[in-house]
């Protein structure tokens, strides 16, 4: 299989995103126009982390997203299934293998969302960028990120969804449908797994929808702000204190 279902069987994920790391960051960079730039700057200044703190970055992939935690002063660890994002983030910043030690300030850990690698209550924040959608239970992530958080500690979600106009909405609908995969074929070392990409951001939830199942799922005072006129939403939430 080239690619996942949007059954989201973990082995099938994993091994799209294994096939697609060599040029992840790239073809990101080429289908969102730069824009995925901006909304990792927008993750990070939600996130706002500061020196002291410990942030888990899941779903973080190569690694990418964890460099603006630790530039910030805080320690950040990347988390993710794919061994073969990891393992591309890991030799980015010279170094080979996966072993839990910090490559220019990013400790890598493999890890399962459904099945966090980490003891309780430890994270001051934890956040997930274009990574939920991928998962196969949202609620028990969200639930998993709930548990390895302190009391108190705030979580972002940074994810694609819903443009708030519908004239946007319908030109948006035909990228995805029409030009998306046309592009990735082009600059993608997986161009299958962007028809999944399409597939999956088109059936997630929306903003009020996915702040609802955040809520259910634990977290409190959760809230949204709208990026690139909903084509991404930022959704931040904390753990109550008590």
Known sequence: MTRASLD????????????????????????SLGRDRYWRRATADAV??????????LGAGTGTSTDAFTRLGARAIASDFS????RTGVRRRGGSGIHGGGVRGVTFIAGDALRLPFADEVFDAVTISFALRNVQDTSAALREMLRVAKP????????????TTKAFDLVYSQYLVRLLPRIARLVSSNPDSYEYLAESIRAWPDQRALAGVIRDAG?????????????????????PAD
Do not use: Q
Not at 152 to 163: D, I, K, Q, Y
């Open 8 to 31: 989201k069987k973990p082995h099938e994920v994993a091994a799209m995103f294994d096939r697609t790391a060599r040029r992840y960051d790239l073809v990101n960079d080429v289908l």
């Open 48 to 57: 706002d982390a500061g020196p002291g703190e410990l942030v888990l970055d």
């Open 83 to 86: 061994l073969g994002m990891l």
């Open 152 to 163: 108190g500690a705030r979580l972002v979600v940074c994810e694609f969804s819903h443009p």
């Open 219 to 239: 977290w409190s005072r959760v809230a949204w702000r709208n990026l690139t006129f909903g084509i991404v939403a930022l959704h931040r939430a904390y753990k």
